[in-house]
């Protein structure tokens, strides 16, 4: 099958490779350019007074090793690739949720004390839950940074818009609700 990758360009070659092994054809069109931002000024103050970090996505943990230089905070994320992306950028106290932001908020519940401090959730500038909303009942304050933007590009590539044009395309990843609706 020819296979229409979406994905930012680092994880679109992974996902290539993968399908390339199995006799696919892959074609990356990435929808967004991924941009690392400067944290705020409070952000390391934040970082050192939270409880934990909760990271949603593989680029928020690697938003935060581009933030930070610190490894040992504990870790909360959202399933076993972004968990595993932050192991190999060098965290070493990460769990995973195993899931999606449900498991997430899950988790923090069964194993946290909001007496113990707040939480501190690295993400993108979209993003699919508020985990202060949805941790607020349960006591947890949950301050949010911004450490990374997806930002939506202007065109597809040439062989992705030739490949869409002469319907030669059996099937389009889609990994957000954003990319869908792109």
Known sequence: MRVLILRPEREAAALAAALSERGHAPVIAPLFR???????????????????????????????????????????????????????????????????????????????????????????????????????PAGFEVQRFVLYDAREEAALPEPARAALEARAVDVITFFSPRAAST
């Open 34 to 136: 991924l941009e690392f931002l400067h944290p705020p000024p409070e952000f390391s103050a934040a970082l050192a007074a939270s409880q934990a970090i909760l990271v949603t996505s593989a680029n928020g943990a690697r938003a935060l090793a581009e933030a930070s230089e610190q490894r040992g905070r504990p870790i909360i994320a959202v399933g076993d690739t972004t968990a595993s992306t932050a192991e190999g950028l060098g965290f070493s106290d990460v769990i995973s949720a195993s899931g999606d932001a449900a498991a997430l908020t899950e988790l923090v519940r069964r194993r946290l004390k909001p007496a113990d401090g707040p939480l501190l959730h690295v993400s993108g500038r979209e993003v699919a839950i508020d985990l202060g909303e949805a941790l607020g």
